[in-house]
C-alpha cells in the first residue's frame, strides 16, 4: 500500500474511536457503561451457554440507572452480532433488573420444512417467530429481580405489588411464578 492510499491516523482513530465517542455524546457516561455491560453479558452468556446450557447462564447485574438505556443495550447487541439466544438472554437479564420479568421463549420449525431455531423474549413483536412450535418457556431468575431494600429501588413495587402491577399492564409478559 503506498502512503498516498494509507489512511492516516486520523481517520484510523475516527474509525476506532467514533463509535464510542457517539454514545459518549448522545448517552453520556452512563451509556458507555451500559454498552460495556452489555458487550460483556454477551460474551459470558456466549461462553456459559457453550460449556453448560441454559442452566448455566448467569449474566452480570447491569448497572444501576433508568430502562430507557435499553436502546444502547439493543444497539451494543447489533453492533456485536449477537445470535437470537445471546439477545433474549442478556435482554431479559437488563429487564429483569428494571421490575420487568420476561419469559424467554425457544421455538422450533418443523423438520419438513427446514429445521429452524429461534429465541425471543415473550411479548416482543418478533417476524421470526412466526410459523415456529413453542418448545421452551423459561422465566427469569428470581435472583436477578431487585430487591425492595436495594438503593433506588422501589418499595411499592416488591414482592406481590410489583407481579400484580406487572401482570395488569397490557401486552406485557406475565410471570409464571407464584
Known amino acids: 500500500m503506498t502512503d498516498r492510499h494509507r489512511p492516516t491516523l486520523s481517520r ?5 474511536l467514533g463509535p ?7 448517552h453520556g457516561p452512563h451509556g458507555l457503561r451500559v ?3 452489555t458487550v460483556r453479558a454477551r460474551r ?11 442452566d448455566a447462564v448467569r449474566p452480570p447485574a447491569p448497572p444501576p440507572g433508568p430502562d430507557a438505556d435499553r436502546e444502547v443495550v439493543l444497539a451494543a447487541l447489533r453492533r456485536t452480532g449477537a445470535n437470537c439466544l445471546e439477545r433474549s438472554l442478556v435482554l431479559q437479564r437488563w429487564d429483569a ?5 420476561r419469559t424467554l421463549v425457544i421455538g ?9 431455531a429461534h429465541a425471543w423474549l415473550d411479548g416482543d413483536p418478533d417476524p421470526h417467530r412466526a410459523g415456529m412450535n413453542e418448545l421452551l418457556r ?14 433506588g429501588a422501589d418499595p ?3 414482592g406481590r405489588a410489583r407481579r400484580r402491577a406487572h401482570a395488569s399492564e397490557p401486552g406485557q409478559a406475565r410471570s409464571t411464578r407464584p
Open 97 to 101: 433488573a428494571h421490575w420487568v420479568p
Open 138 to 151: 423459561r422465566p427469569p431468575d428470581p435472583g436477578w429481580l431487585p430487591d425492595a431494600d436495594e438503593p
Open 156 to 158: 411499592s413495587r416488591s
Open 44 to 54: 459470558r452468556v456466549r461462553r456459559q451457554v457453550a460449556h453448560g446450557g441454559l
Open 20 to 26: 464510542p465517542l457517539r454514545l459518549l455524546r448522545r
Open 12 to 16: 484510523r482513530l475516527s474509525l476506532v
Open 108 to 116: 422450533v420449525t418443523a423438520p419438513s420444512t427446514g429445521f429452524h
Open 35 to 37: 454498552a460495556a455491560w
